[in-house]
């Protein structure tokens, strides 16, 4: 059992979403809020439906697209939204870019046509601000990151997957971070980089993990 570098600390999370005062009537008025939205904004509006235990049912996950689709009626452009694979991006404005990039080409070819929302389904930019507090002792080994992934609360692993990977310059979730940089484990860290928390409920990613970390011996 050869012990890390440095030890691997899991963190829980306490989220608070609040209102930015920001709305949306139009597509237009939504491409201008994305642009002057805190980053926290869109985070919260492309992740915050990966932060439930189990799968939801919906054709889109971010809000962007759901909103397109259901308040104004723009089926081709939600699904234009909804395609952005969050996976291509370790970086919050490097998304927004790709969100603003396809409204400009919306409305670029519906000309000065102003499509809105339907009465009383205006878009609210909200943010949320993370509450960040340890939880469990510190673990060096392979063997205690797996014990601790098996019991801990599903918030914490959207912590370490999710949010690790949106930090500037993170590129990688915490977990494959710590196995190549403290464990010096390579190989597990690729195969948990691999993994694509987007087509998986945080559930489903925990088990993921376990059989990497373990070999295949989670119950």
């Known amino acids: 059992m050869t012990s890390a570098d440095r030890p691997f600390?899991?963190?829980?999370?306490?989220?608070?979403?609040?209102?930015?005062?920001?709305?949306?009537?139009?597509v237009r008025e939504l491409r201008s809020g994305l642009i002057e939205a805190?980053?926290?904004?869109?985070?919260?509006?492309?992740?915050?439906?990966?932060?439930?235990?189990?799968?939801?049912?919906?054709?889109?996950t971010n809000d962007f697209?759901?909103?397109?689709t259901e308040a104004v009626q723009q089926f081709r452009l939600g699904e234009r939204l909804g395609g952005v694979d969050l996976l291509d991006y370790t970086d919050l404005e490097a998304l927004r870019a790709a969100f603003v990039h396809i409204l400009d080409e919306d409305i670029r070819e519906n000309g000065p046509r102003v499509r809105e929302a339907a009465q009383d389904h205006d878009f609210h930019?909200?943010?949320?601000?993370?509450?960040v507090?340890?939880?469990?002792?510190?673990?060096?080994?392979?063997?205690?990151?797996?014990?601790?992934?098996?019991t801990v609360p599903s918030d914490s692993i959207f912590y370490h997957f999710f949010e690790a990977r949106l930090r500037p310059g993170a590129q990688t979730n915490d977990f494959s971070h710590w196995l190549f940089t403290e464990a010096h484990e390579p190989e597990l860290a690729m195969r948990i980089e691999r993994l694509d928390p987007y087509v998986l409920d945080l559930e489903e990613l925990r088990g993921r993990m376990l059989e990497v970390l373990t070999g295949g011996r989670a119950a």
């Open 38 to 60: 805190p980053a926290a904004c869109i985070f919260y509006h492309t992740h915050h439906a990966f932060l439930r235990a189990h799968r939801f049912v919906s054709d889109f």
């Open 133 to 150: 507090y340890p939880i469990d002792p510190p673990v060096r080994t392979v063997e205690e990151l797996a014990a601790v992934v098996k």
């Open 65 to 68: 697209a759901r909103w397109a």
């Open 9 to 26: 600390q899991f963190y829980q999370i306490c989220r608070l979403t609040e209102l930015t005062g920001r709305t949306a009537h139009t």
């Open 125 to 131: 930019f909200v943010r949320a601000r993370t509450i």
